[in-house]
């Protein structure tokens, strides 16, 4: 799985977007980028993921560049309950058949919001 | 629909135990992880396994094994623990062969 990239930590105000940029600039042809978070001592939980188009959901968006070298999660109105950890992970999208799909998680960057 | 769950939420254990951790995954979940995550690092992936056989183990000591049962829940099992071995253990689970896992709150193990 390509590496990543992110900043160790970074802060936003609440009601604010908090933009978590990602590089990997490794990544290939079929791999996708997917991003995660995990609030204190919870399990991580799913946020969103992409392949080249830029994705939205309930809630975030992932904005990828054309070259796909880097990307950006966009938690558009920042609340104190996004605190968190948030994980940028590339890997092949969704396989079929129940093969080996483990998630190879870096440090992730500390986002904390500050009222 | 009820989430992963896992037991026991807590657990102290001294060195040379044995330790035994469990993990029901959502229900039509067919595949498990596990994964443990020593305090200030990411997770790392142990072990997954897909309608009762394992499909992947990542880099830990033949100390760590698991399995399925065929109600798909799973078992990570631990014998001759070390001090290192003391992290949050976590279980998740996805429908099939897919990168969408969810996870369980963990089982927070301390070895002394």
């Not at chain 1, 290939?28 to 995990?38: A, F, I, K, L």
């Not at chain 1, 609030?39 to 188009?53: F, R, T, V, W």
């Not at chain 1, 990307?71 to 969704?94: E, F, K, N, Q, W």
Request: proline share 6%.
């Amino acid at each position: 799985d390509a590496k990543t990239t992110q900043p160790p930590s970074m802060d936003c105000a609440e009601g604010r977007a908090a933009n978590l940029p990602c590089n990997h600039s490794t990544i290939s042809g079929n791999e996708y980028v997917y991003w995660y978070r995990q609030i204190h001592s919870q399990g991580p939980q799913y946020i969103i993921h992409g392949l080249k188009n830029n994705e939205t959901n309930e809630m975030a968006s992932l904005i990828i560049t054309e070259d796909r070298k880097s990307s950006t999660l966009i938690l558009p109105h920042a609340t104190l309950r996004d605190t968190a950890v948030y994980y940028c992970i590339v890997r092949p999208g969704p396989i079929s058949g129940g093969s080996n799909y483990k998630l190879t998680f870096g440090k992730g960057t500390l986002l904390t919001v500050n009222p | 629909d009820a989430g992963v769950t896992q037991s026991p939420t807590h657990l102290i254990k001294t060195r040379g135990q044995q330790v035994t951790l469990r993990c029901s995954p959502i229900s039509g979940h067919k595949s498990v992880s596990w994964y443990q995550q020593v305090l200030g690092q990411g997770p790392q992936f142990i072990f997954q396994y897909y309608e009762k056989e394992e499909r992947g183990r990542g880099n830990f000591p033949d100390r760590f094994s698991a399995r399925q049962f065929p109600n798909y829940s799973s078992e990570l099992n631990v014998n001759a623990l070390l001090l290192g071995d003391s992290a949050l253990y976590l279980c998740a689970s996805s429908l099939r062969g897919e990168s969408r896992q969810y996870f369980g709150p963990g089982t927070r193990l301390l070895v002394l």
